[in-house]
């Protein structure tokens, strides 16, 4: 069984640029969401994909957008970077919509925007 | 006021001690709770589900009360290994994809 894989790791960006970030989600889950932990902070939920439609967005702006493949994975991307953009984020899968199934998370991408 | 809500800690406690942690939810249409383990710069973990009726796994044991909108977790005979963040996860219907997660409860065990 293949874990959810992200990428990059590490990523440092300028304010006003703009960046992609990639998920693979765990084999057999057609759901994917994504979240943003600060520092200090618990993961806040940014959306979710279902079979490559968005089921749900947290309190973020519209330049937080996402997508979701075919094959299921997944990718945020965020325009205009903020410095306050500067966090975590991590993607999770899981086999239904978040109700009942537990989320599976990847190690995460750690970004820094200077 | 936060939709979940722990309290943060630390925690400091001796080897072998047993430690529980609180977490309380405000949305009464909340319907499935996890608690989740997540060590310094990594990504959390899930390490439990937590049922009606109350549910253990080996040293952990987790309860929910509806009536008063709280989870809890208790860890018996505590580990240097169990130091780490502990997150409460709560889902509602109502919130449409969205798990609602707590700031974390830091525990600490000291030998």
């Known amino acids: 069984e293949t874990g959810v894989t992200q990428s990059p790791t590490h990523l440092i960006k300028t304010r006003g640029q703009q960046v992609t970030l990639r998920c693979s989600s765990q084999?057999?889950?057609?759901?994917v969401s994504w979240y943003q932990q600060a520092l200090g902070q618990g993961p806040q939920f940014i959306f979710q994909?279902?079979?490559?439609?968005?089921?749900g967005r947290g309190n973020f702006p519209p330049r937080f957008s996402g997508l979701q493949f075919p094959n299921y994975s997944s990718e945020l991307n965020v325009n205009a970077l903020e410095l306050d953009d500067s966090a975590l984020y991590l993607c999770?899968?899981?086999?239904?919509?978040?109700?009942?199934?537990?989320?599976?998370f990847g190690n995460g991408t750690r970004l820094t925007v200077t | 006021r936060k939709e979940v809500e722990q309290d943060p800690g630390p925690f400091n406690v001796p080897e072998g001690a047993t430690v529980a942690f609180n977490c309380t939810y405000s949305?009464?249409?909340?319907?499935?709770f996890f608690w989740y383990r997540q060590d310094c710069r990594k990504e959390p973990k899930l390490l439990m589900s937590?049922?009606?009726s109350g549910n253990e796994d080996g040293r952990f044991t987790a309860q929910l009360n509806r009536a008063s909108q709280y989870i809890s977790l208790l860890i018996r005979d505590s580990k240097l290994s169990d130091s780490a963040t502990y997150l409460c996860?709560?889902?509602?219907?109502?919130?449409?994809?969205?798990?609602?997660f707590g700031d974390g409860t830091t525990l600490t065990v000291k030998p």
């Open positions: 084999s057999g889950h057609n759901t």
């Open positions: 994909y279902y079979r490559e439609e968005e089921n």
């Open positions: 937590v049922y009606s």
């Open positions: 996860v709560v889902n509602a219907d109502t919130n449409a994809g969205k798990s609602t």
């Open positions: 949305n009464s249409a909340s319907q499935s």
């Open positions: 999770a899968s899981s086999l239904d919509r978040g109700l009942i199934s537990p989320l599976h």
